[in-house]
C-alpha cells in the first residue's frame, strides 16, 4: 500500500541502502526513484508508521501487495509466475 508517510529522501536513501536496492517482494534491482515506500504490515491491519515497519517495494510489487502482507505477496508473485509459465508451455503439455 502506498503510504502517505512523507518519508524524506535520506529516510528513503536509507532503506534503500538497507536493501542492497533490491525489492523484498520481486527480489530484482531497481532505481531509488522505481521504489515506493510500503508499510510491511499494513496500515489497515494496525501496522505501524515507524521505521522498523517500512520497506520500498517496486512499483507492480506494491500495487500486487495492495493491503496484504509480505506472505500473501509472495504467494500473488509464485501464482503470477506459475500462469506466465504455463501460457509459455506448448499446448500439447497439457495432455500428459
Ligand atoms: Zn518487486
Known amino acids: 500500500m502506498l503510504s502517505m508517510y512523507p518519508l ?7 532503506l ?3 536493501q542492497f536496492g533490491r525489492c523484498p517482494g520481486c527480489l530484482e534491482k531497481f532505481e531509488l526513484y522505481r521504489m515506493q515506500v510500503d508499510h510491511i504490515i499494513p496500515k489497515s491491519r494496525f501496522g505501524s508508521d ?3 515497519n517500512l520497506q520500498l517495494l517496486c512499483m507492480s ?6 493491503d496484504g502482507n509480505m506472505m500473501e505477496l509472495w504467494r500473488k508473485l509464485a501464482e503470477q509466475k506459475r500462469q506466465e509459465e504455463t501460457y509459455r508451455l506448448p499446448r500439447w503439455y497439457n495432455l500428459f
Not at 8 to 14: P, V
Not at 61 to 66: E, R
Open 8 to 14: 524524506t529522501y535520506s529516510e528513503k536513501r536509507t
Open 50 to 52: 515507524l521505521s522498523f
Open 61 to 66: 510489487c506494491n500495487l500486487l501487495k495492495g
Open 16 to 18: 534503500y541502502e538497507k
